[in-house]
């Protein structure tokens, strides 16, 4: 079956450190898209990107990094620089960046600071 | 002002109930909207796309007033399976690629 997976789903991470979250998607998806959710928050968009070795800043790109070699992979770091790092992350990936399509998700990865 | 803006709730109903949850967008050249359902610690899921003229999906249904940048969800016959948080998507159209923005969610628990 087609989807997304996220790993690993939960993670601690040190002060100081940086951390990657993999996202891999195998439904021949050209967009995807990485969003954080706090408690009682909407999704709040991180980095997007629409093809291949090409990717865009979201609202809150300060303190993480991305990166887009395969059509499969969109890996996202979580670096020393991100203050508040702890939170619910969350991989998405569409069709199409054009046009009326929802987002498929991962099942997400809580980043807990220890 | 949020882009979209949802009551939290929550809306706590008898199963059998019909419920209604609204929400509003800024964004006039918003185009494609959406209904997502939550449930807890777990991903969000497309429950419907919403279209200009009404649809439905089974007890679902959805509703768009593009002149009150107002859009709604009604959910016919409430089962204790409903209980979740639904989340009201609109798109942000950037040099013609769509992002989607969330709203917060409304929680809803459907009581036996």
């Known amino acids: 079956d087609g989807g997304i997976t996220q790993s690993p789903k939960y993670l601690f991470r040190k002060e100081g450190q940086n951390v990657t979250l993999s996202c891999e998607q195998n439904?021949?998806?050209?967009?995807m898209y990485w969003y954080r959710q706090d408690p009682g928050q909407g999704l709040r968009l991180i980095y997007y990107s629409q093809i291949v070795n090409d990717f865009q800043k979201g609202d809150i790109a300060e303190g993480y990094s991305v990166s887009r070699e395969k059509k499969e992979s969109f890996p996202l770091t979580v670096t020393s620089a991100q203050k508040n790092p702890t939170a619910f992350y969350l991989c998405?990936?569409?069709?199409?960046?054009?046009?009326?399509?929802?987002?498929?998700f991962g099942s997400g990865t809580r980043l807990t600071v220890v | 002002r949020k882009e979209v803006e949802q009551d939290p709730g929550p809306f706590n109903v008898p199963e059998g109930a019909t419920v209604a949850f609204n929400c509003t967008y800024s964004n006039s050249a918003s185009q494609s909207f959406f209904w997502y359902r939550q449930d807890c610690r777990k991903e969000p899921k497309l429950l419907m796309s919403?279209?200009?003229s009404g649809n439905e999906d089974g007890r679902f249904t959805a509703q768009l007033n593009r002149a009150s940048q107002y859009i709604s969800l009604l959910i016919r016959d409430s089962k204790l399976s409903d209980s979740a948080t639904y989340l009201c998507v609109v798109n942000r159209r950037n040099t013609g690629f769509q992002k989607l923005v969330f709203g917060t969610g409304t929680r809803l628990l459907v009581s036996p």
């Open positions: 919403v279209y200009s």
């Open positions: 998405a990936s569409s069709d199409s960046g054009q046009g009326n399509y929802g987002y498929t």
């Open positions: 439904l021949n998806h050209d967009a």
